[in-house]
């Protein structure tokens, strides 16, 4: 004790000791701005954004409006640099280049496992989707590919359509809904219904959805950057995901044992596969990619429905266009919706894909360079080891270089193709096989909502599906204009892009 008291008796007073923090403070700031004016850049890397803040760069400028903070520094920078976010280095690249280089880009230089698995691992669980050995992913999507087919989506069509009708029933005949909220509840129906199983449906309305609660609270932008802190929030995560393993094993095993095995549904598709190797695919894998596939579908279909009907909600004319185009398909709006009809919907299938141009779910994907450097040719630009590649779809497919008036919301374009995007020369590597059948598309394409090359998303199907006949249903069944009267703004504080509120539709019942 004579110790402790002799040293805190030679301590200044508290006073000093808070002029030499505050003037140790000053000289980090100083060395960090200082050290970004005086020390030359080096030609061979893409230009640094400058940032104020040691360690925490430009993450507030990004955090609050990461389109204008991207834009913005493409004016000042070019297609290709680099800004620091809470200690971590993110290159951009823009345009259609950018977009190859970032989606194309071998897996021994950068790797999408290293850059989510980390925060993932928590959520789908070990050993499945960036958990796996690459080769093993690859068969995991093509056991998940397979189970979304179009004999299974000429089943799902009904159902999606009866499911929606339900789920609307009670709503009265007129009356006020949160878009974003009413869909994300309606897609997480239609897909338990659809791919998760009738067991894990009938239990929708009670447990299977507080767990999903818990494991989205481990998917938010804190989670990328801090992927394990010692709060409740990931303590729930965490056991959210053991109980939805459980679930989805007792499930498997009473499948089993009562010799239930004549299910359409992708739960039954990846009990019946096997790996390579010939061993069946354990229930905890089943289990993880069935949470992917949750995840994946429900994120990105809840945001988009609920961008379609906002937009449509402000053009009447361009709905009454749609009805018109049912009725020509379909004969009248009485009619079942089919899957074959669906795919030849051009007007609503162009209403879709502008959503996903003016509003992509997910704005930005990333890579982590794994090797010493990573080279971007065209610009002969090296990219060091650690630092993140990041395409961002929500910056190129909003560029006038490749859209006119890109901006305004207009479904036509895609039928009328007279955007400078129509005359681009594709990629030739939209047939390439990573394992999971052809990627279907360039990566060299200014709009990618599902990314490309062998990290595509490969429920890009059952998701327009999905969507096409979510709005083709309601839109047969109300008439609904914009609460607020205008179309909201973006929300960038969530990992999937989603309207600010209030974005309320006021709905009336159709005769």
Same mark, same amino acid.
């Given at each position: 004790m004579a110790i402790v008291s002799t040293l805190l008796g030679a301590m200044p007073p508290a006073s000093t000791l808070a002029v030499y923090l505050?003037?140790?403070?000053?000289?980090?700031f100083a060395i960090h701005i200082l050290s970004q004016l005086i020390i030359p850049a080096n030609p061979k890397q893409p230009p640094n954004v400058f940032s104020w803040v040691p360690l925490l760069g430009n993450a507030v400028q990004f955090g609050m409006d990461p389109i204008s903070f991207i834009k913005d520094c493409q004016k000042k920078y070019g297609d290709v640099f680099t800004f620091t976010m809470v200690g971590k280095r993110v290159t951009v690249c823009l345009g259609a280049d950018g977009n190859q280089f970032v989606f194309n880009a071998k897996q021994n230089l950068s790797s999408a496992a290293e850059a989510y698995n980390h925060m993932t691992k928590f959520v789908f669980g070990e050993e499945v989707v960036y958990d796996a050995p690459h080769s093993v992913f690859m068969e995991q999507k093509k056991f998940i590919k397979a189970g979304l087919n179009s004999d299974c989506f000429r089943v799902h069509v009904p159902l999606i359509q009866q499911e929606t009708l339900d789920f609307f029933s009670d709503k009265g005949a007129t009356g006020e809904f949160d878009a974003y909220n009413t869909f994300a509840a309606l897609i997480i129906r239609t897909a338990a219904r659809c791919l998760m199983g009738k067991e894990i449906y009938n239990n929708l309305d009670e447990k299977v959805a507080d767990l999903y609660y818990d494991l989205d609270q481990g998917f938010k932008p804190i989670n990328f950057i801090f992927p394990n802190l010692p709060l409740p929030s990931y303590r729930r995560r965490d056991a959210a995901r053991e109980k939805m393993k459980a679930l989805y094993s007792s499930i498997i095993q009473r499948r089993r044992e009562s010799n239930d095995m004549d299910n359409n549904d992708l739960l039954q598709a990846l009990m019946d596969a096997t790996y390579k190797d010939g061993t069946h695919i354990p229930d905890h894998h089943v289990a993880g990619m069935l949470i992917a596939v949750l995840f994946g579908g429900q994120h990105t279909s809840a945001t988009t429905s609920a961008w379609t009907l906002l937009e449509l909600a402000a053009q009447p004319e361009l709905v009454k266009a749609l009805r018109a185009e049912q009725i020509e398909k379909f004969g009248s709006l009485n009619a079942d919706i089919t899957f074959d009809a669906l795919k030849d919907m051009p007007l609503l299938d162009a209403t879709i894909r502008e959503t996903l141009r003016l509003h992509p779910p997910i704005f930005q994907m990333m890579r982590k360079v794994v090797a010493d450097k990573i080279v971007f040719e065209k610009y002969n630009l090296e990219i060091p080891k650690g630092n993140h590649l990041c395409a961002a779809p929500g910056v190129t497919q909003i560029d006038e270089t490749y859209f006119n008036? #890109?901006?305004?919301?207009? #479904?036509?374009?895609?039928?009328?193709?007279?955007?400078p995007v129509n005359q681009m020369e594709q990629g030739d590597d939209a047939n390439i096989d990573y394992g999971f059948g052809a990627v279907g598309i360039s990566s060299r394409s200014p709009f990618l909502p599902f990314g490309a090359g062998r990290h595509r998303c490969i429920g890009e199907q059952f998701g327009y599906l999905q969507l096409k006949t979510i709005v083709s249903t309601?839109?047969?069944?109300?008439?609904?204009?914009?609460?607020t009267g205008k179309v909201p703004k973006s929300d960038y504080t969530s990992m999937v892009v989603v309207p600010e509120h209030p974005a309320n539709i006021r709905f009336t019942r159709r005769a």
């Open positions: 505050v003037l140790a403070v000053g000289v980090v008036e #890109p901006l305004k919301y207009n #479904p036509y374009r895609w039928l009328e193709k007279s955007d309601f839109i047969r069944t109300f008439d609904f204009e914009l609460a």
